[in-house]
């Protein structure tokens, strides 16, 4: 077979620039030939490479006393939960794929992480996600097409996590037309695993024979990595090839043969054939284990006849793994792939010269530094644009709107509504640990494996990343440990997933620095190291970028079961309290946006040292058995979150409250999303401990009123606000689902 | 009594099983893998839910070739109770153990949420504990699990008793509006003719402790154990 010559035309189209050129010639110390220029493509591709975010990826925090595999070492971080019992846990994205065909694109974006996760040693457990579309509502431009990329999303995770097993428990989903035509799918996995059971992706020992295990190779997803290094554009469907199809079983047999052989103690290293397939897997193994790695195309399993090297190289075919097994149990790898049906293959061996070799037909068709791949990647320091912070909201400016009709409008909306239409299509009991279902602040879930109750959530917030990038960082991480404190949770550590448009741009890039910068100075308030994560920049549609959209998971661990706590009242007759009171105008909030369309105002900034005491303060209320429910108050602010209390319980129930005056307007009152406040609910008998606790600790706690009754009754400066909370319960619960079904969209065949 | 639980690769329910039972239940258990020709020496059979492999067309119609549901099939014969969960439930009914079939929701969404179900039958070894026409909380998580048959089935089904459990509301009523999956007849579980054989959707193994919403599911568990019938006959 005759391959194309390499030409100006063909470099440019493999994304590398003249200067990349030049370095790989010197590299090599000649011209590479056309499938090595695809292998520096796809391993120099921002996917593979973070060649523009790896300087900036370095201020994270990611050491600390409970890390065992620190972020970037890995395919995911591993963290100590205690009784020589570890987690490893990743978020990843598969936004580019899901924007062109959302069923398989977010399906294989679930099974990339898997693998991430069991490639560690760990037992998959559970998963969260992350989700972001245009505005489905009825009306809205481009309503249809969003609501088939969230129906296919959506039906895309509920088919590959359902079928392997993995419950879904949590996660959040916004909708607003900056996502148009760019959805964000951000998946997160967790898994379990002793502190002896933690494997390598190294190639370790000269000799040593390389396996390929897993599906077949074939022409699917080819050069993927290079396609998420793009902007989307119209012609973007023309890359429907760069989207691999998933096989759910197949994962399913391949994570089950995988922690067999693993457990059979026949493994050197480990590393799943996710981006760049072959190609990365071959070389970052080789270059971890400071060793070389000779392949023979020949003998990997393949779908079709006639692959080119350079296709089987570059194809993203999904389900594949490659192990590195000690010389001599060869046959013990064969037994167990064999048990499982699934294809499997002696490709290679380690070598000692540091050189990715790969053969086809005989001759050698790459040979390549491994470690030039890798380590060797370009970095760029793009430049970023100064940035001038935004003008303050001018609260004249803003007509009064019928403030009680507006609780239920938000209540309504599909950002703020109850996500029931999503995570019922997911299997989210399966594994028998949902001990907190989704719907409350965090999941909590009982990992059989070791017995340790693990709380997670994920969050991230655009509209105020988009205003103040600095403040997005530091609110997601602070949302996320306040969600994990609220169920009774100390925090270990997170994982970030950083959604960005063209970091070529100076005004992307500095919305990239100083969001990561905001994420890691918080990450430093509360202690939790970045164990890993994932970047997907050119998140860009021909309208322009996205709003900077960094997400970030975390994770934390309850010591014991009696501390777990949900946000939803229980009953009549307890108190009402406000845990950390903060007054801010209606600047960055849901309300501003959703009742009036506006994305504009100052985001009010979060006090690290005011919300760490608080969260621990909530920590040790609840540890005294003080505390009777806890939630947040984030987007849609004190009324929103006052009202989520009153209907996300086993029944709705009522409370009358007055809330404290802070001389400004009602709307700005109910509605402002200042950080650091929670609201919980105590026993009668509990009230004066908690209030002289908060006292003590020097955090503001006022009462706010009790519960009981069918209304949910507000006082604010002697007006009363009050709605049925039936009524509001039927707003959240259903609106959602009725957007839904009532437009009855295709759904991928599955 | 030691019970096997099926594995076929695609399971994906089996370790609920196992631990449930072994851990709620002091149970003995041993997972019996697809291959496997042989279920002597087990008292129960337990056919775990999840995709058996990989279920693309219809559900369950490869596993019924599984070498081990020869040995069911003959242990079932013999009269060892065998309950099917999920896709256990389809299993069944593809290998001709149980009648008609189990199809794409109505609604085509996959649905995972506790249901309500009201017992019709307590003369099995699966429900003798429960009370008849008691209401239990159970959840459902199934894509095809609208039962289907012909009338003349259904008919026998209904004349002989051997509907086992009807989809219902919180108060028992059996309504369309409390069927999740458009089930014929509300059906959401059915016995074979000689009553050894139990085939239903909703998982009582997801529902056997305080701590993950309901303890209704306990039943089954010792109705097949012969605890708790003291109390209850």
Known sequence: ?750 | MKFAVLRFPGSNCDQDCLRTLRDNFGASADPVWHKETSVDGYDAILVPGGFSFGDYLRCGAIARYSPVMGAVTRAAARGVPVLGICNGFQILCEAGLLPGALVRNRGLHFICRPVHLRVTNTVNPFTRAAKEGQILRIPVAHGEGCYFADDATLDELEQKGRVAFRYCDENGAVTPAANPNGSVRNIAGILNQQGNVLGLMPHPERACEERLGSTDGTLFFTSLLGAGLASVS
């Open chain 1, 1 to 750: 077979m005759k391959e194309p010559a390499i030409t100006p035309a063909i470099i440019a189209k493999h994304g590398i620039t003249p200067e990349e050129f030049v370095r790989i010639q010197e590299i090599l110390g000649r011209d590479p030939n056309f499938t090595e220029l695809g292998i520096f493509s796809v391993m120099w591709s921002e996917h593979c490479s973070y060649k523009n975010s790896r300087p900036e990826l370095k201020k994270f925090p990611t050491t600390g006393p409970s890390i065992l595999v620190k972020a970037g070492e890995e395919n995911a971080g591993v963290l100590d939960v205690g009784d020589g019992w570890a987690v490893a846990f990743k978020i990843e994205s598969h936004n580019h794929p899901s924007a062109v065909e959302p069923f398989q694109g977010a399906a294989t974006g679930v099974g990339g992480i898997i693998r991430d996760i069991f490639t560690m040693g760990a037992r998959p457990v559970f998963l969260l996600d992350s989700l972001r579309f245009g505005p489905v509502d009825k009306g809205s431009p481009g309503a249809a097409t969003n609501r088939h990329l969230f129906a296919g999303v959506v039906s895309g995770i509920a088919h590959y996590g359902n079928c392997i097993g993995l419950p879904t428990i949590g996660g959040e989903t916004w909708f607003d037309e900056t996502y148009a035509g760019n959805p964000l799918v951000n998946v997160f996995c967790l898994g379990v695993l002793r502190h002896d059971q933690i494997a390598r992706g190294a190639a370790k020992g000269v000799g040593n024979p390389v396996f390929y295990v897993g599906a077949e190779t074939g022409r699917d997803g080819l050069a993927g990595a290079a396609f998420a290094s793009r902007e989307l554009t119209e012609e973007s469907k023309e890359d429907r090839p760069a989207v691999q199809v998933g096989d759910p079983f197949r994962e399913k047999l391949l994570l089950e043969a995988c922690l067999e052989l693993l457990a059979s103690g026949c493994v050197a290293g480990i590393q799943d054939m996710g981006a760049a397939g072959l190609t990365c897997s071959t070389c970052e193994t080789a270059s971890r284990g400071g060793s070389g790695i000779d392949v023979d195309l020949d003998l990997v399993p393949k779908r079709e006849d006639g692959m080119t090297p350079y296709e089987i190289l570059l194809s993203e075919s999904q389900e594949r793994m490659l192990v590195i097994v000690h010389r001599g149990q060869e046959d013990r790898v064969r037994e167990i792939f064999d048990k499982w049906d699934l294809p499997h293959a002696q490709v290679g061996h380690v070598t000692d010269d540091g050189i990715m070799r790969i053969r086809a037909a005989g001759a050698v068709v790459a040979e390549i530094p491994a470690s030039s791949l890798t380590d060797q990647a370009p970095v760029y320091h793009r430049e970023a644009a100064d940035w001038t912070p935004p003008t303050p909201l001018d609260i004249s400016s803003v007509p009064m709107a019928d403030l009680s009709a507006a609780l239920t409008s938000l209540l309504a909306h599909p950002t703020l509504a109850r996500k029931r239409w999503i995570w019922e299509q997911y299997d989210h009991m399966v594994r028998n640990g949902t001990v907190v279902a989704p719907g409350s602040d965090a999941a909590v879930f009982l990992a059989r494996e070791c017995g340790k109750f693990l709380a997670a959530s994920v969050d991230g917030n655009g509209l105020i990343t988009k205003l103040d990038p600095r403040e997005g960082g530091r609110r997601c991480v602070a949302e996320a440990a306040r969600n994990l404190a609220c169920s009774g949770a100390v925090p270990l550590g997170a994982t970030d997933n950083l959604n960005f448009g063209n970091p070529h741009k100076p005004e992307i890039f500095r919305q990239l620095r100083d969001s990561v910068e905001g994420i890691a100075e918080a990450c430093r308030a509360f202690d939790t190291p970045v164990t890993g994560g994932n970047v997907s920049l050119y998140n860009e549609n021909p309208t322009g970028p996205i709003d900077p959209t960094p997400v970030v998971a975390m994770v934390g661990l309850i010591e014991n079961e009696a501390h777990i706590t949900r946000q939803g009242f229980r009953g009549g007759g307890d108190a009402v309290w406000l845990l950390g009171d903060r007054d801010a105008g209606l600047d960055a909030s849901q309300f501003l946006l959703i009742i009036h369309g506006r994305k504009e105002g100052r985001p009010p900034e979060t006090d690290l040292g005011a919300e760490v005491l608080l969260q621990q303060t909530l920590l040790d209320a609840i540890r005294s058995g003080l505390i009777r429910s806890a939630h947040d108050c984030a987007e849609g602010g004190m009324a929103v979150a006052l009202a989520e209390c009153c209907i996300s319980g086993d029944r709705p129930v009522g409370a009358k409250i007055e809330l404290p005056d802070h001389q400004r307007r009602e709307d700005e009152e109910l509605f402002h999303e200042a950080p650091g406040r929670v609201i919980v609910s105590v026993d009668a008998s509990s009230e004066a401990a908690l209030a002289a606790l908060c006292a003590q600790r020097g955090v503001p706690a006022l009462r706010l009123g009790t519960t009981g009754g069918a209304d949910l009754t507000i006082e604010l400066r002697g007006r009363e606000f009050q709605w049925d909370v039936e009524g509001l319960f039927v707003a959240w619960d259903s609106s959602l689902g009725d957007l839904m079904d009532a437009v009855a969209e295709p759904l991928a065949a599955h």
